[in-house]
């Protein structure tokens, strides 16, 4: 019996497919993605750059103009890797697609191209989709996979993406850190053989490897010259880059969900959309491919926020961490008020009822006030931020729960566990994750912010936080046969959650945290509107890690605030006030600290940042990023400015990252400005007690500052400079 099914099954899948074949060039304002199918074959990738090749030209130069789009196992050869692996009910794991059809949809703002490819033999259906913007060069890429078979196939390998570079030396660039020192770039030659950076935390996924990176083609990386490509996939989900370079020299990029322990069952007729690739190519370096990243997350909706701007705040955390009573709480209030500040966020610690917050080990999932801790209740800071013209924020984690918490009590099965194996406990020695493949949990955790919501409408500002990995592999809620489907339909869950919130509250702004910046990723922010850098926030140490942030987010989602010194781990050393605030300054600005402990010194230059950044805060958050020196190049400064549109105004950041007799500071030349304009420099955020430096006031050309450049007067330890130039 088995066998008939399976006989006219297969002959079924076997009736010859209509096949289509052609040339597609796949085009944003300056670059091209060129792509081919033969009839009967399946899509091959020929070109991906600028506009300036195309097919005929690369055909009359010879190059191999047939490399598999999305390589397929069971197709490619047996040396090259599969982007596509999937397991046929009946144990097969061969797929080999044809193109069948071809078409396009035109929303105004791009493009989507759309390839459906069927398997010779079973009845699986890939399509294969670029979205073309024709605003922004970013090509982004996606598959889609669906079946008929009888009963589920697995999906053991299931890139979103691939894409072939021919010859060359070409270097990647990728970031790499750990919690409280994120982001640092790591700079490397391709060379024979698979390079592969991956992530496997489970709920967060950008603490140590990011789900980004840079090739550059002319060898060595610049920052403002050289062909470069980027890449960003939109995942917050375990995901893994392979870049293979094999004979030839062609250099293979993959990227995708990480298949490890997540080998995705699927049901006849579901569809699996994978994440999108974001593919970006720039003929201006590094950060010519950082900017077209910055325009496409705020223009093109991948970050919530999109042009606007976020608001001067106070978080409460490390002032006063979960030592939180109403008193505190409104004396920040006024000191946040007093400086110029918009916002004030109240961190951890304002919950639990039967078990109040007091340390990290209890009352995640009690969303309800500790009255003891705000007698009157959330409602009376609502109204004390109103009555000093402040909006009010808030700190939730409503993805976890401590086994110490009333919620752990009613729904012990609501978490990720692994029944019959002790439950493994993160934060506090009680911490745990959720299970949000379950729709019950998903119901809840949109709950947590709908509640709150409905109580207090005046909440303006939540910080969603995610303190711990997916430690516990196994769900009560999935089916057996389904457990691998667990790192990946967390997201899922995850997203659908986000999508509930943002429908009902869209205006809400809300913080992407995850113990500092473990969940930077474009997979999130569209539902998001900025993400904690990281937990450290020592000033000198965020030179480092915001500079190696901004190669992919833009300065509107990345929170910068200004902290207390000395600082708990950066040991005894004390940065100026002045130079903590021009480096919170290049970013979303704010402030992290007790104000009571602040010395007048302190007190009246925040007052002075805050005024002045209000007036540069267009231009750094929603501006033009020009990194001119990296810190990571130990020269002694570093250096990033951001232009208008109009190239007709900027700011310039400068700070002193070491200090030596006679040490020889690079002339610093500027980018990105009109050479044929002329520009007056005006030192903003001057150190308390100080003049101007010599430079404030005078005029130069676009062209002198850019060819000639200029030295800027840096003299003591942390020594930092903001000019506005007009
Ligand atoms: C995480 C966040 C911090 C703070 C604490 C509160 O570590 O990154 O900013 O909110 O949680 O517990």
Redesign the pocket.
């Known amino acids: 019996m088995k066998k008939t099914i399976l006989g006219a099954l297969m002959l079924l899948a076997a009736t010859p497919l209509l096949a289509w074949q052609g040339e597609v060039a796949i085009e944003t304002p300056n670059t091209r993605l060129l792509l081919t199918a033969w009839e009967g074959g399946d899509l091959r990738q020929s070109y991906y750059g600028d506009k300036s090749a195309t097919l005929q030209q690369l055909r009359d130069a010879g190059d191999d103009l047939s490399f598999e789009a999305l390589p397929t196992f069971g197709s490619v050869g047996a040396s090259h890797l599969p982007a596509l692996q999937v397991q046929h009910m009946d144990g097969d794991q061969n797929l080999e697609l044809q193109v069948t059809d071809y078409s396009t949809t035109d929303d105004g703002r791009a493009v989507v191209h759309t390839f459906t490819m069927h398997d010779k033999l079973m009845p699986i259906t890939v399509k294969l989709f670029y979205k073309a913007y024709k605003h922004v060069d970013v090509i982004e890429t996606w598959t889609e996979i669906t079946h008929q078979e009888k009963k589920a196939i697995t999906l053991n390998r299931y890139d979103s993406g691939h894409l072939v570079l021919r010859q060359g030396d070409v270097w990647v660039t990728h970031l790499h850190g750990n919690w409280a020192s994120e982001t640092e770039p790591t700079m490397e030659p391709l060379t024979q053989g698979l390079k592969t950076i991956r992530n496997s935390d489970g709920a967060r996924n950008s603490h140590l490897d990011a789900p980004e990176l840079m090739l550059s083609l002319d060898g060595r990386p610049q920052e403002l010259t050289g062909r470069t490509i980027g890449f960003a996939l939109c995942w917050s989900g375990n995901f893994e880059l392979r870049m293979n370079t094999v004979s030839h020299r062609e250099h293979h990029v993959y990227a995708g969900i990480d298949p490890t322990a997540a080998h995705y069952v699927l049901d006849p007729r579901q569809t699996f959309e994978t994440p999108h690739l974001a593919m970006a190519y720039s003929n201006e370096g590094q950060s010519g491919i950082s900017r077209i990243f910055h325009n496409w997350a705020r223009k093109e909706g991948m970050l919530h926020r999109g042009m606007q701007t976020g608001d001067i705040l106070l978080n409460s ?1 490390e002032g006063i961490y979960l030592d939180i009573t109403e008193e505190k709480i409104i004396k920040m209030m006024d000191d946040i008020a007093a400086f110029g500040g918009e916002l004030f966020v109240m ?2 610690g304002w919950f639990g009822d039967k078990y109040p917050r007091k340390v ?1 080990n209890s009352s995640l999932g009690d969303w309800v006030v500790d009255k003891n801790k705000l007698p009157n209740g959330i409602k009376a800071l609502t109204d004390a931020a109103r009555e000093r013209k402040l909006k009010f924020g808030i ?1 939730i984690e409503p993805e976890m729960t401590n086994t110490v918490s009333e919620l752990f009590e009613q729904h012990p099965d609501w978490v990720l566990q692994r029944p019959g194996r002790d439950l493994r406990k993160g934060r506090g020695g009680t911490q745990v994750v959720l299970d949000l493949t379950n729709p019950k949990v998903q119901d809840f955790v949109f709950g947590v912010v709908d509640n709150l919501m409905t109580q207090y409408p005046e909440i303006a500002y939540i ?1 969603w ?1 995610a ?1 711990a990995s997916i430690e516990n592999y196994g769900s009560t809620y999935l089916p057996k046969a389904k457990q691998s489907n667990i790192y990946v339909d967390y997201h899922l869950g995850l997203i659908k959650v986000l999508k509930r919130v943002r429908e009902k509250y869209p205006d809400l702004v809300i913080q992407d ?1 995850a ?2 910046g473990g969940r930077a990723n474009y997979g999130l922010l569209p539902y998001f509107d900025e993400f ?1 850098v990281s ?1 450290n926030t020592d000033a000198l140490q965020r030179v480092y890690m915001q500079y190696g942030t901004s190669m992919f987010f833009p300065a509107n989602a990345m929170a910068q605030h200004i902290n207390h010194v000395p600082y708990w781990n950066t040991g005894k050393r004390i940065i100026p006030v002045k130079f903590r605030c021009d480096v919170a300054m290049s970013g979303r600005l704010g402030i992290e600290l007790q104000p009571k402990d602040m010395t007048p010194e302190e007190r009246q230059q925040c007052t002075t940042c805050f005024a002045d950044y209000k007036q540069l805060r267009p231009i750094v958050q929603t501006g033009n990023l020009y990194r001119l020196l990296s810190p990571y190049d130990r020269r002694g400064v570093s250096s990033i400015m951001y232009t208008n549109d109009q190239r007709s105004q900027a700011v310039l950041f400068v700070y002193k990252t070491d200090n030596f007799y006679d040490q020889p500071l690079p002339r610093l030349r500027l980018a990105g400005l009109d050479a044929s304009k002329t520009y007056t420099l005006v030192e903003k955020n001057v150190r308390v007690g100080e003049e101007p430096c010599k430079l404030n006031g005078k005029q130069f050309t676009g062209r002198f500052l850019m060819d000639v450049g200029i030295e800027i007067p840096l003299w003591e330890d942390y020594a930092s400079r903001v000019f506005e130039l007009k």
């Open positions: 955390w961190d951890d990290d700190w910080k936080d303190n945290c113990s500092g904690w937990d």
